[in-house]
C-alpha cells in the first residue's frame, strides 16, 4: 500500500554549494567532498531534490538526517527506511527525485 508520493525539481544552477550541511548527511558530505564544483552542484541538487520529495510524502526528518545510500549495483535507497523507494535522474539544467 502506498502512503505518501513526491516528486521534486531542482534547476541546478540554482543550487549554492554553501547549503551542502543542512542538505547531506555525514556519509553523503564524504562523496561529495570528492567531486569538482560542476558534479558537486549536480550532486546536491539531486540529493535536495529527492530529500523535499521525501518531505513532500511525509518523512519530516531534518534533510541532513536522511541518508541516501548505493546498493551494489549502484541504484540508490535510503538508509534506514526499507519500504521507502526512491529515484533520482539528472539532465543538463535539471535534477528530479
Do not use: P, Q, W
Not at 502512503?3 to 531542482?10: A, E, F, M
Not at 541516501?68 to 523507494?85: F, G
Amino acid at each position: 500500500m502506498i502512503k505518501g508520493v513526491g516528486v521534486d525539481i531542482v534547476k541546478i544552477d540554482r543550487v549554492t554549494l554553501n547549503i551542502a550541511n543542512k542538505v547531506l548527511s555525514i556519509y553523503e558530505l564524504e562523496l561529495f567532498n570528492t567531486y569538482n564544483e560542476a558534479r558537486k552542484k549536480e550532486f546536491l541538487a539531486g540529493r535536495f531534490a529527492i530529500k523535499e520529495a521525501l518531505f513532500k510524502a511525509g518523512i519530516k526528518d531534518s534533510f541532513n538526517k536522511l541518508s541516501i545510500k548505493y546498493n551494489d549495483d549502484n541504484s540508490i535507497y535510503l538508509d534506514n527506511y526499507n519500504n521507502v523507494k526512491v529515484s533520482i535522474s539528472h539532465e543538463i539544467d535539471y535534477a528530479i527525485g
